[in-house]
């Protein structure tokens, strides 16, 4: 895993969703933590948004961004725990055309790091949804550093060696 600097850095199309029943625009850290990162990186933020825990709107507003050519990933924080009103994952079941089992993987290896085996409570997730990727982190500050810092930061950067999801994304669509 390098950056290799002969390779061009190539920014890509960003939205944003916090999923939360109780965070606001005034309140919502993790979604600053992601903003910050996505802008400072050079990627482009192209949209923001705080969505209740309801998993058909959820769906709903992820569809629009999916049909939005002009969006290449969305990144969520919030609502997937084990509660049951954390339905992210579930709404991502609405919107998928296939599964990146790996994040999730990676992301509680990482995350058991941190806290341990309550990481086992996580279903951080991503999928591909006609031609975009979205990734789902949980809600908390630390959380979406490590998925962030730790992940996205990386496979986001088309310089990353050995491969990276940026250089897949004309191939996403293929039959």
Not at 12 to 39: F, K, M, Q, Y
Not at 117 to 143: D, E, H
Not at 154 to 164: H, I, V
Request: with cysteine; charged share 30%; proline share 5%.
């Amino acid at each position: 895993m390098a950056i290799d600097p002969t390779r061009e850095f190539r920014p890509i199309h960003i939205a944003l969703l916090t999923v939360s029943d109780t965070r606001g625009p005034e309140n919502d850290t993790s979604g600053d933590i992601l903003d910050e990162r996505i802008r400072t990186k050079g990627h482009v933020l192209v949209t923001r948004a705080i969505e209740k825990d309801d998993a058909g709107r959820i769906a709903s507003r992820l569809n629009n961004w999916i049909d939005d050519r002009g969006i290449d990933a969305v990144v969520i924080t919030g609502g997937t725990g084990l509660t049951g009103r954390d339905v992210t994952p579930e709404a991502l079941e609405r919107v998928k055309t296939r599964d990146i089992p790996g994040f999730g993987e990676l992301f509680r290896w990482i995350s058991y790091e941190t806290i341990g085996t309550s990481t086992i409570q996580s279903r951080a997730c991503a999928v591909v949804a006609r031609g975009t990727y979205i990734f789902a982190l949980p809600g908390s500050n630390g959380a979406v550093k490590d998925g962030w810092d730790r992940i996205l930061d990386e496979q986001l950067d088309s310089r990353n060696r050995p491969c990276n999801f940026v250089e897949l994304m004309p191939r996403l669509l293929e039959r």
